[in-house]
């Protein structure tokens, strides 16, 4: 179809009474802007609206619009002060619409004749004068218009025929008889005549000349359309689009229909083989029970028919009267009848239970089944904090996965309780558990995650706190200067190492050269006196902090000795002490076993 062609047919819309569906005759204005044929104003179709108006006497003061949906007032005059619509008759002329008609397809526009031409007949108008309201073929305006003086300002345009098939009607005011409207009020934007604005109710308004309003109209209009063509241009590619992406929607759902049903299919043909794979185990495990107890009733009926003969012959031995054919035969029956009595106990059947074992539950894959449908998104996963493990400066998360739910992969987030308040983001998990490391040490730390598969989010998990473990104590330091040894006791005093690790107290660990480590815990202050040490043993001492962490390293080793024990007092030997002069030589012994160094002898004058 043409662009002339779709112009004509969306136009025709516009060109159509609402009342009577055909185009408009003798089209009058509304005050509410829209038009309505003179026909249906006057004598409404039945079974309509403003037939229901006018049956009721409502038509002289008001009509109903269609396009409205409700009743208009128009005024004392009622229709007869409405006026036409030139434009919507002009463009019916020039397009050749008529009521009853196809429009182009139907005929074509009445030609417009030279009201100023001798000839007869008159030539063809190919112009018109809004203000002379005349219609002129080229010579005739060449002749009778030149475009000079005030002929200059004057509006030309193409020449129309009114319905009645002349030049195109003056409209006339409906307050002001044969008063043509040849002003435009701008307060009111209407159409009015010269006594509109002289005596009328236009008096205080402002009014302009047509031509001028023409034009400034004009202007505004071809804006005004050029803009609307663009819209209708954009509506015409978002059509397409809509119609592109319409025909997608349409092609996908296929495709996914049959995709859905071959999946089924597949399913329906997994479950036929394992129908058919199980319904054989069925089958051999019935035969291998059949095939038993056939075989056990084959050696009893053997035996049967071996026992009826013996039976038999027993009878028939039973009968004899000669005493020695009796006794020869009952030596030659009597070990057949022993064993007959007991190679076949009949007691118990080779097959104990008459079912079958082989049971079949299928539950859980009716379950699965009954919640079979379209991918959506994951459940919310769930945190386990029975096994989300602190660690030093590390966080071990580990979540169930959500149920019923596919999952390609989780994202997890954690943000500290003092930071700024944003997340850290880890995507792509597959496992359902995390380490995160390289955390602050003894800080609190949200955590929070969420499952994604192609159909979208789950929603997060509620907000899951845990904190990191403090930092393990630095090697503690001795004061080597205020340790001491006395006798078998030390007195220790050290101070906390590098590094600003809470210490929750100290271990102390000890011994000898011949000897392992022992320990003294919970130690609450930096100094500790070590006591009952062997006396003269070389010892070594390590100290190191604990805190919730864990145990931190030890100090550097100090070393010391403990002295020995005090000698036993000596015994003085009087036999061999004397003195001679002004010297006295003085004789002990020793019975110690401790090795003595040196003697100290102590004496005093005697003043008495």
């Known amino acids: 179809m043409s662009t002339s062609d779709d112009d004509n047919t969306a136009i025709r819309s516009e060109l159509t009474c609402p009342t009577c569906n055909d185009y408009f005759a003798v089209p009058l204005l509304l005050p509410c802007q829209h038009s309505q044929c003179e026909k249906c104003l006057v004598d409404p179709p039945a079974m309509t609206p403003q037939r229901h108006d006018f049956m009721n006497g409502m038509s002289r003061t008001s009509a109903f619009c269609p396009a409205c949906n409700k009743s208009v007032n128009l005024g004392m005059k009622g229709v007869e002060g409405l006026q036409r619509n030139i434009f919507v008759e002009n463009v019916l ?18 030609e417009v004749l030279c009201q100023m031409c001798e000839d007869d007949p008159a030539a063809p108008a190919t112009k018109a004068c809004v ?45 002001h008889d044969k008063e043509k409207m040849n002003l435009f009020c701008l307060s009111d934007d209407t159409l009015v005549c010269a006594l509109c604005k002289l005596l009328g109710k236009h008096k205080e308004h402002d009014v302009a000349e047509l031509t001028a309003t023409y034009k400034q109209k004009k202007d505004y209009l071809s804006s005004s359309t050029k803009t609307l063509s663009e819209v209708s241009e954009n509506m015409g590619k978002f059509m397409n689009r809509a119609e592109d992406t319409y025909q997608e929607i349409k092609s996908n759902g296929t495709k996914a229909k049959t995709s859905l049903f071959s999946e089924f299919d597949r399913l329906i043909q997994y479950i036929e083989v394992k129908k058919q794979e199980m319904g054989q185990q069925i089958d051999q495990h019935i035969s291998e029970k059949l095939h038993s107890l056939t075989g056990q009733m084959s050696v009893c009926r053997d035996q049967v028919t071996n026992i009826d003969g013996l039976v038999s012959l027993s009878k028939e031995a039973l009968r004899e009267t000669e005493p020695v054919a009796f006794l020869q035969a009952v030596n030659c029956l009597k070990d057949r009848i022993a064993m007959a009595s007991t190679v076949f106990p009949l007691t118990k059947l080779s097959v104990s239970d008459t079912k079958c074992e082989l049971l079949a539950d299928f539950s859980v894959e009716a379950e699965v089944i009954q919640y079979m449908d379209f991918l959506k998104p994951p459940r919310i996963p769930r945190i386990e904090p029975t096994v989300c493990v602190p660690r030093r400066n590390t966080l071990t998360l580990r979540w169930a996965p959500p149920t019923r739910s596919a999952v390609d992969f989780y994202t997890v987030e954690y943000r500290g309780l003092d930071g700024d308040g944003l997340w850290s983001v880890i995507d792509n998990v597959t496992e359902c558990s995390i380490i995160l490391d390289g955390l602050d040490y003894d800080s609190g730390y949200q955590l929070r995650l969420k499952a994604t598969n192609r159909a979208g989010d789950s929603e997060y998990t509620d ?17 080597r200067v205020q340790c001491f040894v006395e006798v078998n006791t030390v007195k220790l005093v050290w101070q906390q190492g590098e590094g600003k690790a809470a210490i929750d107290n100290y271990c102390m660990e000890y011994c000898t050269e011949n000897s392992s480590w022992e320990e003294i815990k919970d130690l609450s202050e930096c100094e500790y006196e ?43 030997q009087p036999e061999h002490c004397g003195g001679i002069n002004n010297r006295y030589n003085v004789q002990w012994m020793s019975e110690s076993e401790v090795k003595i160094d040196a003697f100290i002898v102590e004496y005093a004058q005697d003043e008495g």
């Open 463 to 479: 907000v899951f706190t845990m904190n990191t473990m403090p930092e393990t104590p630095g090697p503690p330091l001795f004061h």
């Open 93 to 110: 002329q020039r397009l050749g619409f008529h009521p009853g008609g196809d429009g182009v397809d139907g005929g074509g526009p009445a």
């Open 530 to 572: 070590l006591g009952d040490l062997e006396y003269d043993t070389h010892y070594a001492i390590r100290v190191r902090g604990m805190n919730r962490a864990g145990a931190g390293d030890y100090s550097e080793i100090m070393e010391f000795t403990t002295w020995p024990p005090v000698p036993d007092a000596p015994t003085l």
């Open 131 to 175: 203000e002379c309201n005349v219609s002129y073929c080229d010579e005739c305006f060449q002749a009778c218009h030149r475009m000079k003086g005030p002929l200059a300002t004057h509006t030309i345009t193409e020449p129309t025929l009114s319905p009645a098939g002349g030049p195109c009607a003056d409209l006339i005011c409906p307050d």
